[in-house]
């Protein structure tokens, strides 16, 4: 029975170093842009980049980051889909004496900490983000409403995070009520498809919060689709920045949205240089998020992707 390492494996200082990236998902305007972010910064960093996509699946994963450890990368960097299913797998690399650096998702803080387990978890404030949403809600409103919840991956730490941080803004509004919240998966269609049934057993709804851009697109079809006016008769409000939701914005057709950058390279990057020069790297590299409206969506279109 070999004693636990009490420290994350550390990584050499060295000219170029292989890389696995093990990402969660690759079929949507967020995880796009923060695989570009990837390979983009790959070439500037010396990087030769191991890629997989999971496609949605926590088990291909765990394979895909298995597979990482056999080919025997310097470093990998994981977007765990899910905060508890991933953690064997960092566990793994660990015990093969490969350093992980979590990045935009983070895994289960009561089973792996950062500076034991892995390197540091790089990303959002995720109930943070969905206290701004709320917030801006009640503002909007005055403090009333019958809200539909539209919550991402169930099992991952943006969902579990931003539904926190949402729901204990709400719960102090009386004339505010959570009148479902369902999972659509951060994934259009399913928003869609969630909202229209929601739509039938709640059809008094006056505002949606979706933990994600996506969800929040796929909603609004669904409400023109039932002969609603998004950003009239329902307000919209989620989290992200993706073009699609700006556009949304500058249209009147959703509220705003919370940013959560999916350009992890540069800061992916800088950590790993710093990591391997032997300094000591924060347990949560914190990412700070703007916020879009009707007053800035237009001018900020270039944030989008
Ligand atoms: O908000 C969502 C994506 O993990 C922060 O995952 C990320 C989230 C992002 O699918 O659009």
Redesign the pocket.
Known sequence: LGLAQAQAPKLPQKDSYKVGFAQTENN?P??IAETKSMQDVAKTCNWNLVYADAGGSAAKQVADVENMIAQKVDLIVLAPREEKPLIPAVMKAKKAGIPVILI??NVDQKVAAAGRDYVTFI??DFVDQGRRAAEWLVKATGGKGKIVELE?TTG?S?ANNRKKGFDDVIAKQPGMKIVASQSGD?ARDKGRQVMQTLLQAHPDVTAVYAH???MAVGAIAALEAAGKKPGQDVLVVS??GTKDALTAIAAGKMGATVQ?SPFFGPITCETARKYAKGEKIPAWVKVEDKFYDKSNAQAMMADGY
């Open positions: 949507n967020w995880r935009d998702r990303g959002s991402g991952s943006p951060f994600n851009d996506e989290i992200d959560s």
